[in-house]
């Protein structure tokens, strides 16, 4: 079983739609991020989040430590939100600065 | 312009020919790391710096060497590349360990 856990592997869309990314994990912490990759393979850093909410323009992410588990919410989703959403936490082990991830979710948004 | 460099974007190689993948950053950030993605397997973590001269293994570091001579550059070097590196690299690197990772655009290797 993985460290971290991300569903759904893939998930199609109309536009408007409101989405929702989940990320489990089984390790210790010490914060979760949120990525988002797009088509052409650059990756870029959306949330950052030890505890709590953190809100950006349409995106919301959401951690609950207690139960080891984070969502990323999309609102009013559009066809450029399409990319592959990858969940990655900072482990909390001793004497490692370690990043694990998930395998990614696929979103496709449909004009 | 802040950013995270890669050189080359895209090798084609052979098995046992030694190469090097640069990665510089201009954002004098002390944590820098290196990690593969695969098809199936996401990112996973190769080596990763703290600072000059501080280097050590992340879940996936056979077959390859790392060196973080100067804050800036952290190469990563395939010694005798064998096709199960054949991936897409990633450099990236933060002010500190705790603090947000940006990107490079990504190393696309291939190893016949």
């Known amino acids: 079983k993985n460290e971290v856990e991300q569903s759904p592997q893939n998930l199609t869309a109309q536009e408007g739609e409101f989405i929702t990314i989940n990320c489990s994990y089984s390790?210790?912490?010490?914060?979760l991020h949120w990525l988002q990759q797009h088509p052409g393979g650059g990756i870029v850093s959306l949330f950052m989040l030890s505890s709590g909410k953190k809100k950006h323009g349409r995106l919301i992410a959401t951690i609950n430590i207690q139960e080891k588990h984070s969502s990323l919410h999309i609102t009013a989703s559009h066809p450029r939100d399409s990319a592959v959403y990858i969940c990655a936490v900072r482990s909390l082990a001793s004497g490692t600065y370690k990043y694990i991830f998930g395998t990614g979710t696929r979103l496709k948004v449909l004009a | 312009e802040a950013q995270v460099t890669q050189n080359p974007r895209y090798l084609i190689t052979v098995t046992g020919k030694k190469l090097t993948v640069t990665c510089s950053q201009n954002m004098n950030h002390e944590y820098m790391s290196w990690y593969r993605q695969d098809p199936g397997l996401g990112l996973r973590q190769i080596y990763y710096?703290?600072?000059?001269?501080?280097?050590d293994k992340g879940d996936v570091p056979e077959g390859y060497k790392v060196s973080r001579k100067e804050k800036r550059n952290f190469p990563l070097i395939l010694e005798s590349p064998s096709p199960n590196q054949t991936s897409l690299y990633f450099c990236?690197?933060?002010?500190?360990?705790?603090?947000?990772?940006?990107f490079g655009p990504g190393t696309r290797l291939t190893v016949l």
């Open positions: 390790v210790g912490i010490s914060a």
């Open positions: 990236a690197s933060s002010l500190g360990y705790t603090d947000t990772q940006y």
């Open positions: 710096s703290m600072n000059v001269e501080v280097t």
